[in-house]
């Protein structure tokens, strides 16, 4: 099985499907069926478009995967592996690792509950927000008051809520109660901003009178009754007791009375601008709360909001008097204007009816920070070589004369993992990873103040490998215009040996490692040869190579002594590592190419060892030198018998005589044979291994008769007997 996959980046965003697609070829030799799964991610978010894709032989289709990412899915880089698997046969399949890239989603919701209360002079609301997104959320929150009546105070004022989580922040109002009448209803409009983010939400606060209406009813007609008693008994008493009024009252008596004064008219404002100290830059989401300094010296809450984007703040509808400011935020030490730890040694800041203070800046020092990950090779596997990770924080606008701050190096254990000392915040800092054998890593990762932070699994990628060497003939001269090929998988890379100055040397350089590779080389007029080795991280091998000029035939004859042709012998030709084996033809082949034999496409030129065997005869052992692009022929073999034969006739008184028994022996394996009857009293040993043999004639009747004879190999030995009449 053959497998490839589309992409070595997919990138995905939650909610919208994305689609990995796998090329598949079978190279085995039935029908199968693969399928794929994906390691690394919740089996739920992914499916197959096509659960099992059949098929045939040499053929190719597409594995189709999709993949559903929830909301929830933080984001960020994933490293995951493809499975595709055979159904048929487990042991066929791949695997294959890709980086899956989740996009960012910012999203949240925000409930007040209750969203109404009833009470008298203050009450307390709950926000809750959602954060529904896949990444953190900053939040500022505001609160107003469309009658400018109430005091509204979120605590806190600005939120930073992680990835799925929900936070909830207390909203205090307060204000004057009316005495009588008909409850009042109280909007307070609640705004949460951030980046992209924009939530709303309307609180009613009902605010009851001191005095309820029907009181009030009973009141005022008891009022009206003992009104109108007095009148009528004072009237009487002055018709009867006094004389006519000589004053009369004025026509401008009681035009005056309580008058409700617009706080608007007399509400003061603080503004400012807060910068963090460690990069001169605005400060957002600081809460700064002002407290107003009571009669006694104490403090009360008034107002609080939270700085914008670009560091500034506003605090309106203050009322005049002397107030305290506190700025706060996490990951920063508590500061109160204009540089004091705390409300004792705070300056206050006065505000007079109707004024705008302006430049109430501060800067905010920042908690100090760490950063930690881990290193692992470009195998997955923990970096084992020495690494160095150097920090250096990021000044973007230095001052005339500003010293550069001086890198700091990381501590780096066996397993790659770093940890790096107390660092500034805020502040961006660039990240320079390095290790023998792998390429390098750059990048830069910001620190919130006071932020402690793990940053993402750093992988290094294996720097290149290289692979050279020098290319000859089997003479060891160097070959010139030579074609070089390397290959790995669906990686290829071609190059050729120079014909002049360094003649026959190969360079082929910017090789992925670690890797498995092959590489072929081949000539016009020459053989091709091959070789694959392993290119370790970084590694830079070299090699030597040697390809035989062409190829050629070798062809010949083998017959036995007596000029036989010899069937089914072995042939066997070698070279170095090129062997070729066959077997001279038999007497099925034509007449004239029985016994012979012939080896083509044999790698020229070369030496070359003609070895011929056939059971029962001598081996034969031949040199050949084969000539570039040429054939050699009639390199004929002549095998003699391993063994000898023994034959003869026995006779008695000169008669040929059949059933006369033959005993051979040389002191182990006897044999016996006798005489035959036609042609009466031939004998035949064949195969008699060389030695020397006693033969013994003997039949009833006939006298007895020993010879001994001497066998050579490939020889024929007649020994003849006459046995006379007797005992």
Not at 28 to 38: C, H, L, N, S, Y
Not at 335 to 363: C, E, N, Q
Not at 560 to 582: C, R, S
Request: glycine share 10%.
């Amino acid at each position: 099985m053959r497998t490839e996959v589309a992409t070595s980046h997919l990138r995905a965003t939650p909610g919208i499907p994305a689609i990995l697609e796998v090329e598949v070829t079978n190279t085995a030799d039935v029908i199968d069926g693969v399928t794929a799964t994906i390691h690394g991610l919740d089996a739920a978010w992914v499916s197959l478009v096509t659960p099992v894709v059949s098929l045939f032989p040499d053929s190719t289709s597409t594995l189709s995967l999709r993949i559903d990412l929830p909301r929830n899915c933080l984001a960020g880089e994933y490293l995951v592996s493809v499975h595709v698997v055979s159904i048929i046969d487990p042991e066929r399949f791949s695997d294959h690792e890709f980086w899956l890239s989740v996009a960012p989603l910012a999203g949240a919701s925000m409930e007040l509950h209750p969203s109404v209360v009833v009470g008298g002079k203050q009450a307390d609301f709950g926000i809750s927000i959602v954060n529904e997104g896949n990444i953190p959320v900053d939040l500022v929150i505001n609160t107003l008051d469309e009658t400018r009546l109430l005091t509204c105070v979120a605590n806190p004022a600005t939120v930073s809520i992680p990835a799925g989580e929900t936070h909830t922040v207390t909203m205090h109002v307060t204000g004057p109660r009316p005495w009588f009448g008909q409850a009042l209803n109280r909007n307070i409009k609640v705004e949460a901003t951030g980046t992209g983010l924009q939530l709303e939400g309307v609180a009613t606060f009902t605010q009851k009178p001191r005095i309820p209406r029907g009181v009030l009813t009973i009141l005022i007609l008891v009022l009206i009754i003992a009104l109108w008693a007095t009148i009528f008994l004072v009237v009487i008493g002055l018709l009867r007791d006094t004389k006519d009024p000589t004053k009369a009252p004025a026509t401008n008596f009681n035009k005056g009375g309580d008058q409700q004064v617009d706080l608007k008219t007399i509400g003061g404002a603080m503004a400012g601008t807060v910068t963090s100290e460690s990069t001169g830059a605005p400060a957002p989401l600081i809460t700064v709360q002002a407290f107003r300094i009571k009669p006694d010296g104490s403090l009360d809450s008034i107002a609080s909001t939270g700085t914008g984007d670009d560091g500034t703040y506003t605090l309106e509808s203050l009322l005049p008097g002397s107030y305290k400011l506190q700025f706060t935020a996490q990951g920063y030490a508590e500061l109160w204007y204009p540089a004091a730890p705390d409300s004792g040694s705070a300056t206050a800041v006065k505000v007079d009816p109707g004024a705008a203070l302006k430049s109430l800046d501060v800067v905010l020092t920042g908690n100090p920070g760490s950063m930690t990950g881990q290193i692992v090779a470009s195998d997955g596997k923990g970096a084992q070589a020495t690494i160095t990770v150097t920090v250096q924080q990021v000044i973007d606008k230095p001052k005339p004369g500003e010293t550069v701050p001086a890198p700091i190096n990381a501590t780096v254990d066996g397993t790659g993992t770093f940890t790096l000392p107390p660092l500034i915040t805020p502040a961006t800092y660039d990240v320079h990873v390095e290790s023998p054998n792998f390429d390098s890593a750059d990048f830069k990762e910001t620190l919130g103040a006071g932020e402690n932070k793990v940053i993402n699994t750093i992988t290094l990628g294996a720097a290149p490998g290289s692979v050279g060497g020098l290319l000859t003939d089997g003479a060891g001269k160097p070959l010139g215009g030579a074609d070089v090929t390397i290959a790995s998988g669906d990686f290829v890379k071609k190059t050729k040996t120079p014909t002049s100055g360094n003649v026959g040397q190969f360079l082929l350089d910017e090789l992925k490692t670690p890797a498995t590779y092959v590489i072929t080389f081949s000539l016009a007029g020459y053989g091709s040869s091959t070789q694959s080795f392993d290119l370790a991280s970084g590694e830079n091998k070299t090699i030597s190579a040697q390809i035989l000029g062409g190829t050629g035939t070798i062809s010949g004859l083998v017959t036995d002594t007596a000029g036989k042709p010899l069937d089914a012998a072995n042939v066997t030709i070698t070279h170095g590592k090129v062997t070729a084996t066959t077997s001279t033809l038999t007497a099925s082949a034509a007449i004239a190419q029985e016994g012979t034999y012939s080896i083509t496409a044999l790698p020229t030129p070369a030496p070359y060892t003609v070895t011929i065997s056939l059971a029962g005869y001598d081996t034969q052992t031949i040199q050949v030198l084969l000539p570039s692009a040429g054939s050699v022929s009639g390199i004929n073999a002549i095998l003699p018998r391993t063994n000898g034969i023994v034959t003869g006739n026995v006779t008695s008184a000169g008669v040929p005589t059949a059933d006369v028994i033959v005993d051979l022996s040389s002191g182990a394996n006897p044999r016996t044979t006798t005489t035959a009857s036609s042609p009466a009293g031939q004998f035949s040993f064949p195969d008699v291994p060389p030695g020397s043999y006693t033969l013994t004639f003997h039949k009833l009747g006939l006298a007895t008769r020993v010879v001994i004879i001497t066998v050579k190999g490939d020889a024929t030995i007649t020994q003849n007997a006459d046995l006379p009449v007797g005992s």
